[in-house]
């Protein structure tokens, strides 16, 4: 641009190209790109809590609120989680699973990966009776219950997802996904219901993505909250098996996975002893305590100070693997640095305005381990639940172009989806379910603690009807994201990415997010709702 200007023989080519600049300093979607294209960057080392690169995410998140003169919650917008991490010694522990006596040959990662969520640094136990519990769900409401017989001390193994993915009928609650069909679900269950390990059969459709996640996501370093009991109600040894390592244990019992999991899709179904099969484990943990940061600040309302409306999305990812060929950077660009981007995004729009109600702007940690910074922030909360208007979850957006729809995930669940409706529309997008709830993603990001405790929350993306293609490309390219680069260190900001469609939605949330700090109004869960009746309860005392 100098360089031009010099060029320049007229003055008033000057002067209009001095307004131009003057008037557009960076334009303000070129700093979100700027956001997501930082935190995704390989000095950021993959964003891991615990880790130099998760350092580096905090600063940058709490510098930029600094900047904005945000307001925190005591004297940082750091705010601690305090967090256990535990680390299977791989060459001290052992998985010895046993078909009449003999070992099977079973390598870790490949064909199982395991742990304990006991915060001990010694779990074991030996030869406990391996019982097939079909889907391993007990749910009351459908009439369901997978635990006929007594499992305490078994090993139980079970299929992934609930039994309404694969029957063909409305039946527990079609193809969409209940907290049933959940992984954490499951270990849980388990667990009350007093089994000694818990192995879940890795099949990649019902699951919604292949082994490779499990296994990264399984192995090495596991945070957790810090328990004051060590965790013990949980079982032993929780872990999953490829379903190449399953058909050979059915095959030794003269049956199929098909056969079993047919076997399992009905309120019949009576747990399957896997006779002769044991599992003996010893497993030895480097257990390390480590202080985790939520980064919030929050614009103060000018009207009612004490109501909140909440904007988030986690900062962390993957970190690095060192242990993989080729590129070890897990940089999560989609997966979040595309919403930590927003969140840092909207909250200086808002820095710039002042709402009558306040305005939170939460940047989450450790959500890939199970969401527990929102965890920990449900459990120690800055504000009072009954004063929490709503709130919007961001997390990973698509950079598919733009697209005639918004993705609401969980759709149908609150009147917050009528308001955010109103803004879509005025730009002719309509809001659309996310097209596979058999997958469970309501139940896969942060936003499903805060709706555990009542607070209206949305669980918006970008939407895939595409302008250029229609919901053909867009499903067609969200596949390929989630094959090819979900939860992998292909997950990078590239050249063929079209932003467009994430601007326009940033404005939409935007407006989202000023009509509820501003409108008065108290939007509640859909009558339907599973959240409704504990926030009608927390707004009556
Ligand atoms: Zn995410």
Redesign the pocket.
């Known amino acids: 641009m100098f360089y031009t200007l010099h060029m320049l023989k007229k003055t008033s080519y000057l002067l209009i190209l001095l307004i131009i600049v003057g008037c557009s300093p960076q334009s303000d979607f070129e700093k979100y790109k700027d956001h997501v294209k930082t935190l995704a960057s390989d000095e950021f080392e993959g964003r891991a809590p615990g880790t130099p690169g998760g350092e580096k995410t905090k600063s940058y998140i709490s510098n930029h609120f600094e900047s904005l003169g945000l307001k925190s919650f005591g004297d940082s917008y750091l705010m601690p989680v305090t967090l256990t991490a535990t680390t299977l010694d791989e060459s001290k522990s052992s998985f010895n699973l046993a078909v009449d006596g003999e070992v099977m040959n079973i390598a870790y990662r490949s064909d199982v990966v395991y742990g304990t969520t006991r915060q001990l640094e010694n779990v074991s136990f030996e030869n406990s009776d391996l019982v097939f519990v079909g889907y391993g769900v007990n749910a009351p409401e459908y009439g369901w219950n997978d635990y006929k017989v007594d499992v305490r001390g078994k090993t139980v193994v079970m299929l992934i997802n609930d039994p309404g993915f694969e029957l063909q009928s409305t039946e527990f609650n079609g193809r969409a996904m209940t907290y049933y069909g959940r992984w954490t679900y499951k270990f849980e269950e388990a667990a009350r219901q007093g089994a000694a390990g818990v192995l879940i059969i890795h099949e990649t459709a019902p699951a919604s993505y292949p082994w490779g996640v499990v296994e990264n996501g399984w192995s090495g370093e596991q945070l957790n909250l810090t328990f004051k009991d060590k965790n013990i109600g949980r079982s032993a040894l929780e872990g999953w098996i490829t379903l190449d390592i399953a058909e050979k244990l059915f095959a030794k019992m003269n049956t199929s996975y098909d056969e079993m999991k047919s076997k399992a899709l009905s309120k019949d179904f009576q747990p399957i002893p896997m006779s002769g099969m044991t599992l003996s484990s010893n497993m030895v943990n480097d257990l390390r305590e480590t202080d985790s940061h939520n980064v919030v600040g929050y614009v103060e309302g000018s009207e009612a100070p004490e109501e909140f409306v909440l904007i988030m999305?986690?900062w962390d990812?993957m970190g690095v693997d060192t242990s993989i060929e080729g590129d070890q950077i897990y940089n999560?660009a989609?997966?979040?640095a595309t919403?930590t981007a927003a969140v840092m995004h909207i909250a200086e729009t808002f820095s710039k305005r002042s709402p009558k109600r306040s305005i939170a702007f939460i940047g989450l940690t450790a959500?890939?381990s199970g969401l527990l910074g929102s965890a920990y922030m449900v459990e120690y909360p800055p504000f009072e639940y009954k004063n929490v208007i709503g709130g919007l979850n961001l997390?990973?957006f698509p950079a598919f172009g733009k697209a005639k729809d918004i993705t609401i995930v969980g759709y149908g669940a609150s009147e917050l989806e009528a308001i955010l409706n109103k803004y879509a529309s005025a730009q002719g997008k309509y809001l659309a379910p996310d097209k596979s709830p058999e997958a469970g993603f309501f139940y896969?990001?942060?936003h499903i603690n805060f709706a555990k405790k009542g607070i209206p929350m949305i669980y918006a993306d970008p939407g895939i009807d595409l302008v250029n293609g229609g919901l053909e490309r867009g499903l067609e390219l969200a596949q390929k994201y989630t094959a090819d680069a979900y939860h992998k260190p292909s997950d990078e900001v590239s050249d063929d990415w079209d932003w467009e469609g994430i601007e326009q939605d940033l404005g939409i949330f935007t407006n989202f997010i000023d009509d509820l700090a501003n409108s008065g109004e108290y939007p509640n869960w859909y009558i339907n709702s599973e959240f409704r009746a504990i926030r009608d309860e927390s707004q009556n005392n």
Request: proline share 0%; aromatic share 0%.
């Open positions: 999305g986690h990812h999560g989609v997966d979040n919403g959500e890939e997390d990973a896969r990001s942060d």
